[in-house]
């Protein structure tokens, strides 16, 4: 049994492959859109270099994984073995690749345009299923597209490979029975163009999440008067689409946001800091605060963390700490400053979701027209109305 059909087994023994793409997963070998030099994470979210030549069991461990394999760091702009922590691609976990497949829901004869070539490798999976003249996928970034479109020729595939920003779909090859995003799009800013180019009756399977979350999987149906509709379907955080990157203004990342302001406001609570920043409640308050960013980081172990909220634009803070104490007696201490009282905010949203029955994730769904784009609880008629204004 090679390496590939290792892996395809142990997926299908956790019920994590579908039959469907059972036989293509054992046939299209990972290591064939894997580069030579990539990086790995070490389980702390630092990826750490690892080389084909140099390291080939390691490498040969990481490819073969059930794990993301990053490619690329800072857009090109950190050359391997140097590191940082701004990932800008990866070939995703295998097992969520096979979720997002299955969910799409392709049959013999659909014409599929994926979003975020990344290596290729879930472009040839899907080649491999639809066969080259059905697939379309779309890169942004020049080098990365070059790398995939060798390894998908070097592989036998020949899909139509377009370097540019998916965000504009690709009309050429319009219409589509489906698309795949492998890559997240901001609440409020599905791209249209997806919706023009699907079928009608057809799907658009995408990573979806605001600021403050990121995110959940939603699959809409794409219907005749040019709306599309449809449910969170799952749990999927991927990087986000270039273009709906969120700049962090002064910090690299949320973790380095200390919150040092003497004129803090300081108050008390008992709303559980866990469920304001984590999970289904993070998902809701995330609807209300579209344009916070929420953090969770752990100090010293898994009962010692801060939740952090930010708004960029404001510089506004929210922090609290977490520890066995705090958890024991319900009570946290919570530091605010800037012209938003993110906390307040994020207690008012949080409410919204005790008193809605504290909804899963699963229970929401989007419906998008040329001008609108709605969050809907349980049915498109019940409309979250102040969650995610259009951008
Ligand atoms: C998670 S990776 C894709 C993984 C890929 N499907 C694979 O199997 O290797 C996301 C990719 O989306 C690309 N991307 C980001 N924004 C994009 C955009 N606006 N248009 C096209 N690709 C984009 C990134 O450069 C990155 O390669």
């Given amino acids: 049994m090679s390496k590939q059909q290792h892996l395809a ?15 293509v997963f054992a046939e299209v070998d990972r290591a064939a859109f894997v580069p030579a030099k990539v990086w ?31 490619t690329q760091l800072d857009h090109g702009r950190t050359v391997w073995p140097d590191t940082s922590l701004l990932v800008t691609s990866s070939t995703s976990q295998p097992s969520m690749m096979l979720i997002m497949l299955d969910a799409l829901d392709v049959h013999e004869g659909h014409t599929v345009l994926e979003i975020g070539t990344g290596t290729g490798y879930n472009t040839a999976l899907l080649c491999q299923r639809l066969g080259d003249d059905h697939v379309t996928t779309i890169e942004v970034d020049p080098a990365l597209a070059t790398w995939a479109r060798e ?94 990157d969120i700049p962090l203004g002064h910090a690299a990342r949320l973790g380095d946001i200390i919150d040092t302001s003497t004129s803090a ?86 409410t919204w979701w005790t008193d809605h029955g504290r909804p899963a994730q699963t229970r929401y769904g989007l419906t998008i027209s040329r001008t609108q784009q709605q969050v809907w609880l349980d049915q498109p008629s019940t409309m979250v109305t102040s969650a995610v204004p259009a951008a």
């Avoid at 087994?9 to 036989?23: Q, T």
């Avoid at 994470?41 to 390691?58: A, K, L, S, W």
């Avoid at 592989?155 to 139509?160: C, D, F, I, Q, S």
């Avoid at 960013?293 to 010293?300: A, K, L, N, W």
Wanted: hydrophobic share 35%; net charge negative; charged share 20%.
């Fill in 9 to 23: 087994a142990a997926l299908s023994e956790v019920g994590k492959l579908p039959l469907s793409w059972a036989n």
């Fill in 40 to 70: 790995f994470d070490d389980e702390h979210g630092h990826p750490q270099p690892i080389g084909r030549d140099t390291d080939p069991v390691r490498w040969q461990a990481a490819v073969y994984s059930n794990e993301p394999v990053v």
């Fill in 265 to 350: 406001a300081t108050t008390t609570t008992t709303v559980p800091p866990d469920e304001v920043a984590m999970g289904d409640g993070a998902f809701s308050v995330g609807l209300h605060l579209p344009d916070v960013r929420s953090g969770v980081f752990y100090d010293d172990g898994p009962e010692h963390y801060e939740v952090l909220l930010y708004h960029v634009p404001s510089d506004s803070v929210a922090s609290v700490k977490i520890t066995p104490e705090t958890t024991a007696t319900g009570r946290y201490s919570v530091r605010q400053h800037g012209p938003r009282r993110l906390w307040d905010e994020a207690e008012t949203a949080h």
């Fill in 151 to 244: 390894a998908l020729s070097d592989a036998g595939y020949r899909p139509w490979v377009v370097c540019g920003d998916g965000a504009t779909g690709w009309p050429p090859g319009a219409p589509y029975d489906r698309v795949i995003a492998t890559a997240a799009v901001m609440a409020g800013r599905l791209p249209y163009a997806w919706i023009e180019q699907t079928r009608p009756g057809g799907q658009i399977l995408t990573p979806w999440g605001t600021a403050y979350d990121n995110g959940v999987l939603v699959r809409l149906t794409v219907h005749g008067d040019g709306t599309a509709s449809g449910p969170v379907v799952g749990e999927a955080a991927f990087m986000r689409l270039r273009s709906h």
